[in-house]
């Protein structure tokens, strides 16, 4: 393999690795070479990207690499993110939601386990909405992204606090979720929030009341 195509490469692998990144011993490790000749080729792909005006960018954050969008692109993704034909949640975004509000403060490694699929775009799209927010990082390796719900997310609901959250003892991340999921979340494609008539609430959750 050359040089090339060890930075085409690497390029995939942080694209796997999403916002936790990768350190130059771990991608060392994967590719089966000296960690002196991978940072360099790491640092090649950065200047590379930039001089190539890209629209990703290899940005370090406490010692791991990650590929991000560019800051100055930032007005385009929120165009994106609340277009009206991307209004409403996929199926993905609703399951990975469930799972962040029951179970947060929680890794993005750990959604995927008990999804059993990846969950970057998910996390994303939910980020965008406000729904999720970024709460701190793991004491683990590579210090991961903690996840939690927002603030928005309690005040759609009419919740004082996560503690207000109904005790869900069906909640088993199998067969469950798919239907635990419609009922808690199917009110944000319906009417604004303040449609208090017909809002659908934490109780009519816990009940499996949905009007």
């Known amino acids: 393999m050359n040089f090339q195509q060890m930075k085409s490469v690497i390029e995939g692998l942080l694209f796997a690795a999403g916002d936790e990144g990768l350190d130059a011993k771990q991608l060392a490790e994967v590719l089966e070479h000296d960690v002196h000749l991978v940072t360099d080729l790491l640092y090649d792909l950065k200047g590379d990207l930039e ?89 683990a390796v590579g210090r991961p992204i903690l996840y939690g719900t927002s603030k928005q997310f309690l005040e759609y609901f009419g919740l004082g606090s996560i503690a207000d959250l109904p005790e869900s003892t069906s909640f088993q991340i199998e067969l469950d979720l798919e239907e635990e999921t419609r009922m808690l979340f199917n009110k944000l494609d319906g009417p604004e929030p303040d449609d208090s008539e017909d809002q659908l609430t934490m109780e009519d959750v816990a009940s499996g009341e949905v009007g």
């Open 51 to 139: 001089r190539g005006g890209r629209g990703i960018q290899i940005v370090e954050v406490a010692g791991s690499f990650q590929l991000t969008t560019r800051a100055e692109h930032a007005p385009y993704f929120e165009r994106l993110a609340y277009t009206p034909s991307r209004s409403s949640l996929s199926q993905a975004a609703l399951e990975t939601l469930s799972i962040i509000a029951y179970k947060q403060p929680i890794t993005r490694v750990e959604i995927e386990e008990i999804r059993g699929v990846k969950c970057d775009r998910a996390l994303q799209t939910l980020m965008g909405k406000d729904l999720i927010v970024e709460t701190g990082r793991a004491e």
